[in-house]
């Protein structure tokens, strides 16, 4: 990856997308090889890298202003320091105002934003998102989608982002590394130089999906074949 860039996996279920970040993550280790970060081997969970995921793992006996302090107050920043820091990133993903504001009466799109300023206020080097919008309504996922957008281009975090929607990779990706069916490998590693923000309907953004679709089909049927446990003839 480049740092700053925001890449997205994707590819049919079962692939090997979510796996892949879990490692970078370090929560898995893999069987051959590694996976570096800035030069240096992933050996397990760090402090380096942020991670959000499709539920949204909040604690609710926290505040909005506590669970976004939670990263600050591990590495034992100064209480009044974390508060500062943790108010700037509530403030960019607009939820000024809910600060003291327990988390079960949120929404799940707020929520998300919750998930998503906890792992930003620590400040890490690779913010990893594994489907975070994948159990929301498609209204609250468009605007989260148009909020991640706008986010990362105010903060140039980089960025790793596993997801089953075209739309969404086409809408949020720099490169979008499209899978094949298992066992995974890259396919194909597209590069997207759409102008900021995108809009859904133009035309631009429908031909890149078509395209997407077009090198997914084969790989989607290939899976779904699997699951059936239907074997291909010769």
């Known amino acids: 990856m480049?740092?700053?860039?925001?890449?997205?996996?994707?590819?049919?279920?079962g692939c090997g997308k979510s796996t892949f970040l879990y490692m970078v993550a370090g929560f898995e280790q893999p069987s051959t090889g590694q996976i570096l970060l800035a030069g240096k081997p992933i050996t397990g969970p760090g402090a380096d890298r942020g991670i959000v995921f499709q539920e949204y793992v909040l604690f609710p006996w926290r505040t909005v202003l506590g669970n976004v302090r939670f990263g600050l107050d591990l590495k034992g920043v100064p209480r009044q320091e974390a508060d500062r820091k943790a108010m700037e990133y509530i403030s960019l993903v607009g939820l000024k105002g809910f600060e003291n504001t327990y988390t079960h009466t949120l929404s799940g799109g707020m929520k998300q934003r919750v998930a998503i300023a906890r792992a930003l206020a620590y400040e890490p080097e690779v913010l990893l998102m594994d489907e975070p919008f994948g159990a929301l309504d498609a209204q609250t996922r468009n605007y989260l989608i148009a909020d991640l957008s706008r986010i990362h281009q105010e903060t140039r975090k980089t960025v790793l982002f596993v997801t089953h929607s075209v739309q969404e990779a086409v809408l949020l990706a720099d490169r979008i590394h499209v899978f094949t069916a298992r066992p995974g490998n890259i396919k194909e590693t597209l590069e997207v130089d759409l102008p900021r923000p995108r809009a859904a309907?133009?035309?631009?953004?429908?031909?890149?999906?078509?395209?997407i679709l077009a090198l997914l089909k084969t790989e989607v049927e290939q899976s779904m074949r699997e699951e059936l446990g239907i074997v291909q003839q010769p």
């Open 201 to 211: 309907a133009s035309p631009e953004t429908a031909r890149l999906e078509q395209r």
């Open 2 to 13: 480049r740092a700053g860039e925001f890449a997205v996996l994707l590819g049919p279920s």
